[in-house]
Every structure is written in structure tokens, then in C-alpha cells.
């Protein structure tokens, strides 16, 4: 098993990177969280991967963070996603994104990922509750109940899941559920 690789970075053609590593060059499919931090051609790098292997191919997939692979590992085992959905996934919303969908069992933003449809969302919400969302830790500094009901009414109000999430990160620690939605909408306001 290849669990990272280390050298020159010597191609970027989204999603596909090339890494020169003493001569030899790796080519590593990244989701573009990882494309977008990744330096200019002829710099080193260095990245976590996966490595698949299947009748036809073998694919190595790039990662930045370790809550990255072990998202994309979570993914993968799910029946009907592959590894080009899962990173898919991971290209369109980040690890902190994607917990917190599965913690609120929001599957309206799965579906915004292209090539996820209601099903899918649907599937990956399920099995992956407990596990992802929580290992990924999105709940901040709150209880974790208590800040899912915040975020959920903020978001049924009609505030973006961006907003809600930025509002209810600057409550303090033992606030009750009516009060911080309270202490939310004034910092919304």
C-alpha cells in the first residue's frame, strides 16, 4: 500500500497531478480542496493517498488532510459510490461541510454535488451518521444536540447553512437552545 508520496510536483491538470518522486512519476487524482492548496509546478509536495486497485486500473488518490483520506475511506464503503464520487464529494463540499450535512441529515446538499442524486444522498446520510459527522467533529465548542437544533432553525428561517454555521460558532458554551438562537439572530442582524 502507497500511504504517501513525497517529491517535485511536475503536472496539474485538474483533477490529475503528476508527482516526480526520484525519477518516477506518480500520477495522483485530488479532490480540488487539495487542487487549490497544492504549490506551483516544480515545488515539492507531499500527500496522503489512497491506493485502488481494480480489474482495469490503478488509481492513486491525493489527499491534504487526513479528515480528507479517512472521508474519503467512509465514502468509499458505501454501496453504489465509488472512488470518482467520492471524490466528486470531496470536490464539492468540504470534510467539515459533509459532516455537518450528514449531522443534520440535510440530503439537499448532497444533491447539489454532481452525479449525487436523491437516493445516494439519502444512502450516504444514513450510513454514514455516527460515524463521519461525528469523527469529523463539526459540532464546535457546543453540545452537540444543542447546536444542531440552533443551526437547524437558523437554516429554517432561511438563513444559508454558511451563515448559520458562522453565527452559531460564537455562542458561548452553555447556552440553552432558545437563547442562542436569540444571541444568532442578532449576529445575523
Known sequence: ?????????????????????????????????????????????????????????????????????????QLIKISGVGARTALSILSGMSVNELAQAITLQDAGRLVKVPGIGKKTAERLLLELKGKLGADMGHTGHLGGDIHVDILQALVALGYSDKDATLAAKVLPKDVSVSEGIKLALRALA
Open 1 to 73: 500500500m502507497i500511504s504517501t508520496l513525497t517529491g517535485i510536483l511536475s503536472d496539474k491538470n485538474p483533477p490529475q497531478i503528476v508527482i516526480d518522486c526520484h525519477g518516477v512519476g506518480y500520477e495522483v487524482d485530488v479532490p480540488m480542496s487539495t487542487f487549490y492548496n497544492l504549490p506551483s509546478i516544480g515545488e515539492k509536495v507531499s500527500l496522503l493517498t489512497h491506493f485502488v486497485v481494480r480489474e482495469d486500473a490503478q488509481i492513486l488518490f491525493g489527499f491534504q488532510t487526513t479528515q480528507e483520506r479517512t472521508a474519503f475511506r
